[in-house]
């Protein structure tokens, strides 16, 4: 746990600085008290989940429903549009940049982390690499390479011709990045 402090604290200043989010927890359970507690601040109702092993591992869709939110894990090609909050797993975190990526040939996590007006992003820990080359070679080594990779560097962004930036248009206005130690055992 402690040899992925300087990454994460790395991570979180980059991250930061483009406007994301970034939690730290040290077990699923306390990820879901947290993620919880930040969508009742942000007065969401709606959340689409494409289930990981972390929110399987926790539970979250579960506690979720519990704390009063309406869940949906399914048919989320029509839930996703009209959602507050899309919730996914990425596969890794690259340090140097403050960026996540996913292999997001599922469409349900493309979905949920483009489409609602917020992305909770859960990541474990061990996915935290120093250097975008690590990630790819971290990736490479895995044996097949995905067809579709996403990479998420902050909420979404743009500027017109006279530089006036905007965030939200073109995907999620706020990025929520959760880290989960412990492999995300409850």
Same mark, same amino acid.
């Not at 604290?9 to 930040?38: D, P, Y």
């Not at 494409?50 to 399987?56: A, D, P, Q, V």
């Not at 939200?168 to 409850?186: C, N, Y």
């Given at each position: 746990? !402690?040899?992925?402090?300087?990454?994460?604290?790395?991570?979180?200043?980059? %991250?930061? %600085?483009?406007?994301?989010?970034?939690?730290?927890?040290?077990?699923?359970?306390?990820?879901?008290?947290? /993620?919880?507690?930040?969508?009742?601040?942000?007065?969401?109702?709606?959340?689409?989940?494409?289930?990981?092993?972390?929110?399987? =591992?926790?539970?979250?869709?579960?506690?979720?429903?519990?704390?009063?939110?309406?869940?949906?894990?399914?048919?989320?090609?029509?839930?996703?549009?009209?959602?507050?909050?899309?919730?996914?797993?990425?596969?890794?975190?690259?340090?140097?940049?403050?960026?996540?990526?996913?292999?997001?040939?599922?469409?349900?996590?493309?979905?949920?982390?483009?489409?609602?007006? /917020?992305?909770?992003?859960?990541?474990?820990?061990? %996915?935290?690499?120093?250097?975008?080359?690590?990630?790819?070679? =971290?990736?490479?080594?895995?044996? !097949?390479?995905?067809?579709? /990779?996403?990479? /998420?560097?902050?909420? !979404?962004?743009?500027?017109?011709?006279?530089?006036?930036?905007?965030?939200?248009?073109?995907?999620?206005?706020?990025?929520?990045?959760?880290?989960?130690?412990?492999?995300?055992? %409850?």
């Amino acid at each position: 746990m !402690s040899n992925y402090t300087n990454l994460y604290t790395n991570f979180k200043q980059k %991250a930061e %600085a483009i406007s994301a989010q970034v939690f730290r927890a040290s077990s699923m359970s306390e990820a879901n008290e947290l /993620i919880t507690n930040l969508l009742k601040e942000y007065n969401a109702h709606k959340v689409v989940l494409s289930h990981s092993s972390l929110s399987r =591992t926790g539970k979250l869709d579960e506690a979720l429903v519990e704390q009063g939110f309406q869940v949906h894990t399914t048919n989320l090609r029509k839930e996703a549009p009209t959602a507050d909050v899309g919730i996914s797993q990425l596969d890794f975190a690259i340090a140097e940049t403050g960026t996540l990526a996913q292999d997001a040939s599922n469409v349900d996590s493309r979905l949920v982390s483009t489409l609602p007006l /917020i992305h909770v992003a859960l990541v474990p820990i061990e %996915a935290l690499n120093a250097t975008f080359g690590e990630a790819m070679t =971290t990736l490479y080594n895995g044996g !097949s390479v995905p067809g579709y /990779i996403n990479f /998420i560097t902050g909420p !979404s962004r743009t500027s017109d011709i006279e530089r006036v930036l905007t965030i939200g248009v073109h995907g999620p206005e706020k990025l929520l990045i959760v880290f989960v130690d412990q492999g995300g055992q %409850a």
